[in-house]
């Protein structure tokens, strides 16, 4: 079975910057696509970005553009989000997914998820 691992959450200041990873099992990775998503307290879970097989291919949500970055490494089984310039906004738990069939923001699409990683941001 695909398993995602998360890593890179923790408390930052407003303003400041941080990396999330994301490792995929298996040997199929380079053929799926690749989403973010995150989910705050009392709200639903949003779409943050999203990747295609080869990286050709990215969206991203409109709260976050100009500010965060997808990437991918298909020799690594890894897909990252760099995230600069963050707002206590951004304060939420953040989900890695795999999508087997093709790229899209639709969260009903996604296979596979990951445990989520906790983002805090402090003013």
């Known amino acids: 079975q695909v398993q995602l691992v998360e890593s890179g959450g923790g408390l930052v200041q407003a303003g400041g910057s941080l990396r999330l990873s994301c490792v995929v099992s298996?040997?199929?990775?380079?053929?799926?696509?690749m989403g973010w998503f995150r989910q705050a307290p009392g709200k639903e879970r949003e779409f943050v970005a999203a990747i295609g097989t080869t990286g050709g291919t990215t969206y991203y949500g409109d709260s976050v553009k100009g500010r965060f970055t997808i990437s991918r490494d298909n020799a690594k089984n890894t897909v990252d989000l760099q995230m600069n310039t963050l707002k206590p906004e951004d304060t939420a738990v953040y989900y890695c997914a795999a999508n087997a069939l093709h790229l899209t923001k639709n969260e009903g699409s996604y296979d596979y998820w990951g445990q989520g990683t906790q983002v805090t941001v402090s003013s």
């Open positions: 298996g040997r199929t990775f380079r053929l799926y696509a």
